[in-house]
């Protein structure tokens, strides 16, 4: 396999470095590239993720999960983790490919099929590449040098993806995200009122409320499924939301109240826990990395 991953690699590098060729949004594909190890925090959407070259740390919640070229990654739930590329140079970047995952396409595939009823709510996971999930995968890239093919062909590729992975171990986990009934799908309605609602007081009675579950339940299946508790899934999109904030030149006390907080030292102790450094320090450092990286593009 690894002739296969080097010669996608290249081809991926390759449209990567084409300004508007690194994506087909129609199907929510991208490629990822990176030049030097970095961390950052991100939000990942359902999706699937294969690297071609290097490899990834992931900390989610309370879970850290490495990949690399002989794996992938896949998330069912929306999920703000800490992100830190172990595996890149200037000579060797790294590159990954990613896929949204359709609700409606895998239901559409789960048809008749719709497998087994899912025993646990789990939103994310890492698995072993198949030969047979990489062909899929060049399928897909390949289109990238015949873009007249890409609007009756990549809908065909996106859909072999998605089979291979429902045939793979982590079948289950991909079945629950286009199921709009079951745990997952309640969790999944938690999520959503936290990310429209981050900046407000959390009340885990309302929440519960709101996915239709008892308390223990909601907290039972929302930690299966992000590796964190509402509350602590709220701090990091807040805490988040505050370091974008920050960037675009708001001070750090005006950054944490926005996202919700009322205490300026609560904000400074959680932000430094999570990034390292205290908010307006981590400020000052970020738009310097970002003014440096303006100035060498």
């Known amino acids: 396999m690894q002739d296969r991953l080097t010669t996608l690699c290249a081809l991926a590098t390759r449209h990567a470095d084409t300004p508007g060729a690194a994506s087909i949004p129609r199907i929510g594909f991208h490629i990822a590239k990176e030049?030097?190890?970095t961390a950052s925090p991100v939000l990942y959407r359902p999706m699937i993720v294969m690297v071609l070259q290097g490899a990834k740390r992931v900390l989610i919640g309370e879970r850290e999960l490495c990949y690399d070229t002989a794996s992938y990654f896949v998330g069912?739930?929306?999920?703000p983790a800490s992100s830190c590329i172990i595996e890149a140079s200037p000579g060797k970047p790294y590159v990954a490919v990613s896929l949204a995952l359709?609700?409606?396409?895998?239901?559409?595939l789960m048809t008749g099929n719709p497998g087994p009823v899912a025993g646990e709510t789990v939103g994310f996971a890492v698995s072993a590449v198949t030969p047979q999930l990489l062909d899929a995968w060049s399928r897909l890239i390949g289109?990238?040098?015949t873009p007249g093919d890409i609007p009756v062909l990549a809908p065909l590729a996106e859909r072999e993806i998605l089979y291979r992975v429902l045939q793979g171990p982590q079948g289950d986990l991909i079945r629950q995200a286009a199921r709009v009934e079951g745990r997952l799908a309640q969790v999944r309605q938690a999520i959503e009122w936290i990310?429209?609602?981050?900046?407000?007081?959390?009340?885990?009675?309302?929440?519960a409320e709101v996915?239709?579950?008892s308390v223990a339940s909601l907290h039972r299946h929302f930690r299966k499924a992000t590796a964190m508790s509402p509350l602590q899934y709220q701090k990091a999109l807040r805490l988040q939301e505050a370091r974008r904030l920050m960037i675009a030149e708001s001070d750090a006390a005006r950054a944490g109240y926005a996202v919700g907080y009322e205490s300026a030292s609560q904000f400074s102790r959680e932000y430094t826990r999570m990034f390292g450094a205290p908010p307006a320090r981590d400020a000052?450092?970020?738009r310097q990395a970002e003014a440096l990286a303006t100035e060498i593009a």
């Open 195 to 207: 990310r429209k609602n981050f900046d407000r007081t959390l009340r885990t009675e309302a929440l």
């Open 211 to 213: 996915a239709g579950m």
């Open 35 to 37: 030049a030097a190890a």
């Open 102 to 108: 359709d609700q409606q396409c895998l239901a559409d």
């Open 284 to 286: 000052v450092r970020l």
């Open 143 to 145: 289109l990238l040098d």
């Open 76 to 79: 069912s739930v929306d999920l």
